[in-house]
């Protein structure tokens, strides 16, 4: 018989590779329309080192029949839920904009359930105390779309494919309208030690804006400047998996 707790589990929190006992997690969180695989390239630079993540959310691929959630505290709220509590193994999270700030609320529940995350990678996103920046989620279909080719998404369609833009559309609009409404609340800091990622060459997300994560914990936290735009580890995989590694404290096996 199915386990529906599992069932449920495994629809959200995708594992490309299994991992040995002990292994540390890093739980990965996509873009604004975009989907777990987009962590596949992370998690074969890791594994077996690293028990790599990665969320799928609804509203798309696989999920398409499901709503697409259109605010981030209940996405972080239904991860909480889901985690594992008997789990002990380290935890680390890993947010690429939109993905960033779910990946921070996400942050805050856990340390607030008395299971505080080992670490928070904030990735191509401003701090999340700054003023919001463009709305684009109330605009047509084109300027939406505008916005998703000059960020260079890996996720974004050809013009010629016009039914392909109808499907994704409806998912990336809500994933618009949920990181666009979202605002921080002033709380309690973080515990964990908090690294901000951001390409050299991001429209939407300069060093400086990056930096302001570090207002969010208590603990040491870092800057890390890749070559690139707002997808720079797409072309990156290997330097940042190499960081990763630094910052979880595993090390490759030599042979």
Known sequence: MTDPAAAERDLWIRQFRPAGPGVPRLLCLPH???SAGFYLPLSHALSPLV????VQYPGRQDRRGEPALRSIEPLADTLLRLLDPEDTTPLALFGHSMGAVAAFELARRLEADGRPASLLVASARRGPFLPP??????LGDAAILAEVRNLGSADA???EHPALLQLALPALRADFEAVESYRAARAAPLSCPVVAMTGGDDPRVSPADARAWSDVTDAPASLSVHPGGHFYLLDRTAEIACELRTLLGVRPTRT
Do not use: I
């Open 51 to 54: 028990n790599v993540l990665a």
């Open 157 to 159: 369609l050809p013009p």
């Open 133 to 138: 920046g463009p709305s684009f989620h109330h």
């Open 32 to 34: 604004a329309g975009g």
